[in-house]
């Protein structure tokens, strides 16, 4: 069989994504207990960060740990890809010495490029287009606290950017409306919003957009990379801020979640995180038990959620 890999959500059935959502819950509850679960002993996880991370690196790392097995965490300056080594070679020696790779990147092709070239399993930890291991964990936390997503309206407000692009294909996988509520100019892929057809729906009021929401969620409106433009977007994405007078429009059992890191004050108020139906800390969480799920599906198949 071909190696699989992760690099959006539409690389798995949706049956396949519902598996490792509750595969998730179930490492996480091995994980409360105290139960020694280590089916990657002996498996190691190259970890290639272009980007700075808190979340992604500290899920994937202790993660791999904890299933039983090592990750080792490679910048720039640590591999030859930072001097110029062109990406297949590095994909077709790296996955020689790697059970898995894991990709934190700003251009999509690379991870197109090295997964081409790979042996072994390639997972999406976060590039410009998309963020699914994130949609993962957003998906795991609505089903703890909610059940099943499917036939539910969710709200994205803000910029229709990587964590907006996986929210389209997760709604066309889990079965669930999305309205976009963002300014003229930061849509999210016209790609992705065709191949969703009337899944998804854009517009511009963000009321519009959270009226009837089961799930409201953000994201900084001005992500790495995009430094130079902050004033600009403060300026255009203030009437965006997610707030306890715009959730006062959604559903009464409404959840509300951010990828993080947030900036309080901006693209969400300051005490929203701290509020009853905010979730995020639950989200944040769940990167490492889903990730768990992920990398077992993918290192040692021995568990089929078809």
Known sequence: MSV?????????TPQELVGLIRRGSELKDLRDRGVLFEPLKNRVLGMIFEKASTRTRLSFEAGMIQLGGQAIFLSPRDTQLGRGEPIADSAKVMSRMLDAVMIRTFAHDTLTEFAANSRVPVINGLSDDLHPCQLLADMQTY?????????KTVAWIGDGN??????IEAAQQFDFQLRVACPEGYEPSATLLAQAGDR???????????????????????????EDETAARLALFRPYQVNRALLAGAAEDVLFMHCLPAHRGEEISEDLLDQPFSVAW?????????QKALLEFLVEP?????
């Not at 517009?203 to 990379?225: E, F, K, N, Y």
Request: net charge negative.
């Open 4 to 12: 699989r890999h992760f690099l959006s959500m539409m690389d798995f």
């Open 143 to 151: 089903h703890e606290h909610r059940g099943s997503i499917a036939g």
């Open 162 to 167: 990587n964590m907006c692009n996986s929210y």
């Open 200 to 226: 998804v729906q854009v517009m511009r009021d963000p009321h519009q957009a959270v009226a009837g929401a089961h799930l409201v969620c953000t994201d900084v409106w001005a992500s790495m990379g995009q």
């Open 282 to 290: 639950d989200q944040a969480e769940n990167r490492l038990h889903v």
């Open 302 to 306: 021995a568990y089929h959620y078809a």
